[in-house]
């Protein structure tokens, strides 16, 4: 069972655009949603993490958006760039846990020049 | 400076062999675990470590056994291996008890069993 789902599974967008990744989950313990970035041949890095008390972070082009009734996140990349392209992964972990990230499916980010 | 480093890089070996994959972290985490990433780019946690002892075991077949001789380092070790093992096998590390410490992943070891 998947505990968060990721869409879309593939993404183009035109150099300048903004490009965005959603996820959904349904565990109410989880208290920690990050996003992380793969290059290829890479693994992933830590792009930016949210907690629910708060409703958007922004970190330069980066912005996470999260609705806590909804039970949804979204990361908004503005001015998508080619060096964007990569693949992005939602993850959230349960708080007190065991340090245990439960990864979505990742969305391979395409940004054409 | 590599933060968190995996050898091999790249793994090729026949069904039924046992091998071995070494990792090292040089940030002073307590915390290491093993990921496996399939075909499709799912990321899936097998193990993790804790100031050496084990405290997460996913439901991963008993092949795959971890070791952490000390809090910089753990290996995979995999005996009888099979087809279905092939896939990117991530080492990462972090630090702190849960509050959201960022993972620190390897490079990963692609490992292909023909």
């Known amino acids: 069972q998947q505990q968060v789902k990721q869409s879309p599974q593939s993404l183009i967008v035109q150099k300048g655009g903004i490009s965005i990744i959603n996820c959904a989950y349904e565990?109410?313990?989880?208290?920690?949603f990050p996003w992380y970035q793969q290059f290829p041949g890479k693994g992933p890095a830590l792009l930016i993490a949210i907690r629910p008390d708060v409703s958007e972070k922004k970190e330069g082009r980066f912005t996470i958006s999260f609705n806590k009734s909804a039970k949804q996140f979204s990361l908004h990349i503005m001015d998508s760039q080619p060096g964007d392209s990569a693949t992005y992964f939602c993850?959230?972990?349960?708080?007190?846990?065991?340090?245990?990230?439960?990864f979505g499916s990742g969305t391979q980010l395409t940004v054409l020049p | 400076d590599t933060a968190v480093s995996q050898t091999p890089k790249y793994l090729v070996t026949q069904m039924g062999n046992d091998k071995s994959i070494k990792c090292e972290q040089n940030l002073g985490h307590d915390t290491m675990y093993w990921y496996k990433q399939d075909s499709k780019k799912f990321l899936k946690i097998m193990f993790s470590y804790n100031n050496k002892e084990l405290i997460i075991n996913e439901t991963v077949p008993n092949r795959f056994s971890p070791k952490s001789p000390d809090k910089a380092h753990l290996n995979l070790h995999i005996n009888s291996l099979e087809l279905g093992d092939s896939a990117v096998y991530f080492c990462?590390?972090?630090?702190?008890?849960?509050?959201?410490?960022?993972?620190?992943f390897g490079n990963g070891t692609r490992l292909t069993v023909t």
């Open positions: 993850a959230a972990r349960v708080g007190g846990s065991a340090r245990q990230l439960t």
């Open positions: 565990n109410t313990a989880f208290d920690y």
């Open positions: 990462a590390s972090s630090q702190g008890a849960g509050g959201g410490s960022p993972l620190h």
